[in-house]
């Protein structure tokens, strides 16, 4: 299919330039998501459509307030929001099969031997400590992770050995939040596929994947205080210090700055600051997306997030315990990073929703095991 050749190119491109190639890659979410409005017809979901109003509503009055009544800079405004773009933009392929599940397995089968082999060259020469692909490998994985729950679902074919390649390709990473996504993802295959025997097998895979997280922390740091998602996290405690209940449940003012002490603290990420370029800075300089929403949307925007991206998958025919583990898999992605702000999230979203399920016995071009 052209839309998947035109994903692989996008993501097997190396870093040439980071922001005109997420440009392409959102730009190219856009489209395909205007094709499913307008040519994939389908029934109306009252869930969906109660979705969409809520953002709209959110989003545009959030815009009226902060951007045109106080004045803030609407970039920093829009990467704040961007994870209720996304799912915005996401509502508009719910239920509506547009990729084959086939073609899928063949482009995940190619996509697999591109990062295993991309990672183990850059570690093999030394290039980089954190190879790459495409964007930072705690954002990409999640791709990979997203793909192998469609694979799950579609075929049953040599499923374990392809468990142990995206686990061997996620160790070579040194990703520790990408290990511990790929922990939730393997528990699952496991408890699912030895349902009788899961008890006895689960607790060896468990102490294989707690050996492997401890590598990868003590490969990456040598104590607390040098992980720098611990510092960030002490930065959002003094943030929220003074914090009543209902800013807990509804967050801070429409993005609100942080205090000038987060921001001097963390001039190393100068690239991070606001684009107005007046020295201030957001809660994006604190990288973790749970500490983001909280500061920004509250408990409560994160509720929704949460809530729409499940019924986005049910609505679309995921079952419900692939909904499930993928939701964990990008919530435990945002006790690092961007998350459901990431567009790798949306990505995964788009295959999730738009394929096709029909079980196949063998995957084509599966890999094959002596």
Known sequence: ????????????????????????????????????????RSKNIPTIIAIQITIVLYFGLSLLYAVVYRGANILDFLMIYKSFFYLFLLTFLANKKLMEGKHILTFYNV?????????????AFGITARPVV?????????LLYALYI????????KYLPFLVLVGIITIISLSRSSLVMYAVLAMYVFYDSFKKTWVFI???AMAVMAFGIYYIFSERSSSLEEIDRYRFMLLFLDEVKDWSVLQWFVGAERITPLSYTTCGL????????????D???????????????????????????????????IKSGVEKLHALVFIAIVVL??????????????????????????????????????
């Not at 800075?281 to 809530?307: A, E, N």
């Not at 459901?340 to 949306?346: C, V």
């Not at 096709?356 to 084509?364: A, E, G, L, V």
């Open 150 to 157: 469609v694979r799950y679902s579609i075929t049953k074919d």
């Open 202 to 204: 689960l607790p060896v």
């Open 333 to 370: 992605n945002g006790l690092s990073v961007s998350s459901f702000n990431n567009l790798f999230f949306a990505i995964s979203m788009v295959f999730l929703m738009t394929t096709t399920r029909n079980k196949i016995k063998k995957s084509p071009l599966a890999l094959s095991v002596n």
């Open 1 to 40: 299919m052209g839309t998947i050749g035109s994903v692989s190119a996008l993501l097997l491109l190396d870093r040439v330039n980071l922001v005109s190639m997420i440009s392409l890659l959102e730009a190219f979410l856009v489209l395909y998501c205007a094709f499913a409005f307008f040519w994939a």
């Open 111 to 123: 996509l697999l031997a591109v990062f295993f082999f991309k990672y183990l060259a850059v570690v």
């Open 279 to 313: 020295g201030t800075c957001y809660s994006v300089i604190l990288h973790s997306f749970l500490f983001r929403v909280i500061l920004d949307h509250g408990i409560i925007g994160l509720i929704f997030i949460i809530y729409a991206v499940n019924q986005l998958l």
């Open 134 to 142: 495409y964007d930072e490998n705690n954002f990409e994985l999640t």
């Open 266 to 277: 963390m001039s190393t990420w100068t690239t991070l600051f606001s684009y107005s370029g």
